[in-house]
């Protein structure tokens, strides 16, 4: 009877290390997630910055971006989380779509998450050619965020490396965000990492709102004077619903600011 009883007690000590071995349950998931100093609680960073000053924990409204490298998010854990919002890779260049848009698009919606699109930007194809692949790809939903122009610097593109002067930059940027703006009713946002955005001069878009990269420290000290309106402050970021690290940004005001801003940019 004894060697019965222990023969029971091994087959369902095996069979639970199998079934924790072979499924990643939301548990598990969530008990992987890093905690790090500067950012809210319920969030993770796998290479944390050691914020000082104002960090990222002192801002009411966070939010993810994504694209296909996350696979499908599960919206609705992810704003149970806290997500506030999210921007998704629509387009990039003239030719390319990415495969999780679509999918993460109807989810965020189901999920009641407000959600835009982002277009990457290609350097070797004019902005007009550009603006118009967005606009094929990327529906005109009504409450959606306003779209984004993704510009840095292609550095590890296999098929265009070119870098244009800042004032071509600035030119084709202009026809892109015109375009869109007609289409879609709202002014598009820039985003952009530190060394595109001196290069480029992209201070000198008047009138232009701007998500701004910075993840070693507050974008007043590394883009002295830009005003802004999203932060992205880490690549690194762990959150509940999301399999892989994910983009985290944070919106500039309280989150009685987040509704005034979502209510005067939502799209129509």
Aim: proline share 7%; charged share 20%; net charge positive.
């Amino acid at each position: 009877m004894r060697v019965l009883v222990r023969a029971v007690m091994l087959i369902g000590l095996v069979v639970a290390l199998a079934s924790c071995g072979g499924r990643d349950t939301p548990r598990v998931r969530q008990a992987r997630i890093q905690h790090a100093a500067g950012i809210p609680a319920q969030f993770g960073d796998t290479a944390p910055h050691s914020w000082s000053g104002r960090a990222p924990v002192h801002y009411g409204v966070h939010g993810i971006d994504a694209a296909r490298w996350q696979g499908q998010i599960d919206w609705r854990r992810a704003a149970a989380s806290g997500v506030a919002f999210g921007w998704l890779k629509a387009t990039e260049g003239g030719d390319v779509l990415d495969p999780g848009f679509a999918q993460n698009w109807r989810g965020a919606l189901r999920a009641g998450v407000p959600v835009g699109a982002y277009h990457y930007y290609y350097f070797c194809r004019p902005a007009a050619e550009q603006a118009r692949w967005f606009i094929t790809h990327v529906p005109r939903t009504p409450g959606a965020l306003p779209p984004v122009l993704d510009l840095e610097w292609n550095h590890r593109s296999k098929t265009c490396r070119l870098r244009p002067d800042a004032a071509t930059v600035r030119s084709e940027a202009r026809i892109f965000l015109s375009m869109l703006t007609a289409h879609y009713g709202q002014r598009p946002l820039i985003y952009t990492t530190v060394d595109f955005y001196k290069d480029a001069e992209l201070g000198r878009l008047q009138g232009q709102e701007f998500w701004l990269r910075s993840v070693a420290g507050h974008p007043t000290t590394v883009y002295p004077g830009q005003h802004w309106t999203f932060w992205q402050y880490t690549g690194t970021g762990q959150v509940p619903g999301v399999a892989t690290p994910v983009d985290l940004n944070v919106f500039a005001g309280s989150p009685a600011d987040w509704g005034r801003w979502l209510a005067a940019r939502r799209q129509n």
